[in-house]
Nanobody, 118 residues
Framework: QVQLVESGGGLVQPGGSLRLSCAASGFTFSRAAMMWYRQAPGKEREYVATISSSYITSTYGSTNYADSVKGRFTISRDNTKNTVYLQMNSLKPEDTAVYYC??????WGQGTQVTVSS
């Protein structure tokens, strides 16, 4: 069965960095587009970033970001490790949320908490 396991969350000061990981299993990882979402307390889950699959070579590794994280976050993937990453730099208190890994059709990880606070 499909499994997505996030890790790497924690408490960081404003301006700091964290790298989240999402280890995937149960499907052909290299052919799947992977996404990160986040959900802050009292708010709806929101889109963060996407990295395309390697199935369509013309778009392999292409990325997309929410405006709120563009220029600060970087999504990447290692198909040899079936893992997708989210490098988060220049973190702000408003980045505090549970971060989720996602792949279609409808598979979510359990989430990892990121708290940005001094």
């Amino acid at each position: 069965q499909v499994q997505l396991v996030e890790s790497g969350g924690g408490l960081v000061q404003p301006g700091g960095s964290l790298r989240l990981s999402c280890a995937a299993s149960g499907f052909t990882f290299s052919r799947a587009a992977m996404m990160w979402y986040r959900q802050a307390p009292g708010k709806e889950r929101e889109y963060v970033a996407t990295i395309s699959s390697s199935y369509i070579t013309s778009t392999y590794g292409s990325t997309n970001y929410a405006d709120s994280v563009k220029g600060r976050f970087t999504i990447s993937r290692d198909n040899t490790k079936n893992t997708v990453y989210l490098q988060m730099n220049s973190l702000k208190p408003e980045d505090t949320a549970v971060y989720y890994c996602y792949t279609s059709p409808g598979y979510w990880g359990q989430g990892t908490q990121v708290t940005v606070s001094s």
